[in-house]
């Protein structure tokens, strides 16, 4: 049992979402972002987690984070990912022209750096959905 109470919420969008958190930070809630909550019942039977508003993202459609100086989630890039007619390195290397704002670069990582993190992780992840020899 969590031995703590807390408002929950489940926003819609990911303006929904930081609004909603701004607001509740100003409020002196605590806010914190969960994924459907594992860590915040796992955590919080043993005490080492406590806050007194949930913000859940699970619902949300995924989008890329890091990159930018904001998440987002662009159409385009999908449709390049999608295009079964190139490689799988072309895929991912028009994807990542369509990127919206320029990558930051900073102390907790260079643009070079999280291009290469990028590149690499929609690797795996394509590989893992297609398969190591799907073109």
Known sequence: MISFEFEYYKPASVIEATTLFQSLDQAGKDPMYVSGATELITLGRVNQLKSGAIIDLKEFPHAFSGL????????????????????????????????????????????????????????????????????
């Not at 990912?81 to 990582?109: C, F, M, W, Y």
Request: aromatic share 8%.
């Open 68 to 135: 930018c100086a904001f998440p987002f989630r662009d159409q385009t890039m999908e449709q390049w990912l999608n295009d079964h007619q190139l490689s799988t390195e072309q895929r991912i290397e028009k994807s990542i022209e369509q990127v919206p704002a320029p990558i930051v670069n900073d102390v907790h990582g260079s643009s070079e750096y999280r291009t290469f993190v990028l590149k690499n992780t929609l690797t795996d992840v394509l590989n893992e959905l297609e398969g190591e020899g799907h073109v």
